[in-house]
């Protein structure tokens, strides 16, 4: 399917002049219209400041390789000021109705559409830039690496023992509580690893106690897991990477504690404990009881119109969310476990409040640190810029391309209840299966979850093939698709984040299954060897070209077998296109006017081969593959 060049605006710099606006500022934003669309008469943004229209009229500003450029300034009312852009045909003055088509996040439109896709300007304070320039690494403390004092450390009351190279053992209860002893000393000595890989952010999963191997089920929210090594090892770990030049994120539970934790133990024995009110205690019955996760007892559900609660936990300078901030333990910020139910339970929706007291409550305890929200569904609603800088959230990018990119093998696999299961695990929907999608699908899925959120949450919402949560990508991965899977994860607007064995081409059939623990002496392995390059090579790349990081990005291209897209900045552009397994000789054509008039490109990475032809500029790639150019940035008129 060919496409033409289309009227195209976003939050990137080069249509904005600040993505740090402040209530009152006027703000100047451009539109940038390709010299093949019809004339236009007239170019209006539409604001909707407190939910009434204001219209600002655009004015032309000049024209720059094959694109006119329009600009408007509009002043900032809200915290979240929602603007699009409408444009007037020059046909409106021929005596016929006029002919109005609309730009908002979503596209291009000829009719009117809904405000939740318009664009955003955000007063909210914003995310640190590092953010931005990170590519995530998830680790599993218990699975990833041993110290040298982990075999002094006797193993839990609950835990099952396991070696470091025993099978992975994913039946109930062996499933929570098979404890290969993982600590964060072991991180520390793996640094260089990472570091040499190119990761930038180290994102761990619950440090502190609990009953379980994942530690989700916390006992303690303000010490560090004794069997992880203690407060010293995590303060070790956080020198270590930042001296590297890394940062460190944790994971919170603010849904729930574990049933051992010592708010749940006291609101247990005294009814009339302040820690009561932490919890949903029905006062109706003889015996405790209580709301908990999805109705799992050793998860009680935290009540979060408890003021108290809100002051232990999350408001203010002494609160747990601060106490790993500051000093000794320094921590860059936290990821939300559950943040989509967080305060939520059937009429009750307090999530809003939590989410602006936690980021309230980070900024003035350590300004440059991120808060990033797990919501395994549609997040939109809640990504509204108020609060969380971005989500690890799977519609928007991992689940539409392992429905492009997967084949699936239906190996056999054991599950939590102990049956032998063929059909792939894909997210716990009941659907049979992996389904079926193509590249034009993954490319509107992309564009639908993107389209209700600010450009720069689009930035920090995690892009992961797969997490601890989920199979990994490879076991169900087209032959030749995890290249472009890894290419694409680097390249589309949003946080690269690899769980930890990505880079050793683990798999596994399900979200414990994939849990496997990190096979360091098969580092020499060629299939390892060649993993490893791969990611080093497009970490590289990311991290070396910032329109890769921050760069504005249009479509160019979309079919049911590949996509071409393009990220631009100023300084230079990146034109990436990938193909999947549908297709093994692959031509595209982009035509004129799609891309900037000219012919300068610098291939970077990948075979596709590129050729300007009388049509356009021709794209020619084999079997299922990703490639990358740099060509020129773009010339904003009157800059």
Known sequence: MRHSALPHHDGSGLYVSTQTPKLGERVTVRLRVPGSYPKLNKVIVRSNPDHEPHWDTAWRVGSAQGWDWWQAEITVVNPRHRYRWMLVHDDANSGTSPHIAWVNQAGLHAGEVLDTADFSLIT??????????????Q?????????????????????????????VDPVMPAR???????DLDGITDRLEHLQDLGISTIYLTPFFPGASNHRYDASSFTTVDPHLGGEESLVRLVESAHHLGMKVIGDLTTNHSGDRHEWFQRALEDPDSPERSFYYFSETSSEPDYESWLGTSTLPKFNWASQALREAFIEGPHCVVAKWLKPPFNLDGW????????????DID????VRTILRRTMQE??????????????????????????????????RPLWSWLSAPSHIPYCTAEGAEETIPWFFGQPSGGIPAGTAQDFAAAVDRFSAPIPWRVRLGDMHALNTHDTARFAQNAAPGTVPVAVALQMTLPGLPTLFAGDEFALTGADGELSRTPLPWQRLDDPEVRERIRLYRELIALRQNHQALQSGSMRWLHRDENSIAFIRESSEESVLIFASGPGSQDHTVVLPHGVLSETQSHERLWGTAELAFTEDGLGIQASGPSCSLWSVPGVVVPGQ
């Open 124 to 137: 909210q304070a914003p995310p640190p830039e590092w953010l931005t320039t990170s590519v995530m690494y």
């Open 139 to 167: 680790i599993f403390p218990d699975r990833f690496s041993p110290s040298s004092a982990q075999p002094e450390r006797a193993a839990p009351a609950w835990a099952q023992p396991a070696q470091w190279d025993d099978p």
């Open 176 to 182: 929570v509580q098979q404890f290969y002893g993982g």
């Open 335 to 346: 990821r939300i476990d559950v943040a989509n139910m967080t305060g939520r339970l059937r």
């Open 350 to 353: 307090l999530n809003t409040e």
């Open 365 to 398: 305890v350590k300004p440059d640190s991120v808060l990033l929200a797990e919501s395994t569904n549609d997040a939109t609603a809640d990504l509204t810029g108020d609060a969380w800088h971005g989500a690890m959230t799977y519609p928007c990018f991992t």
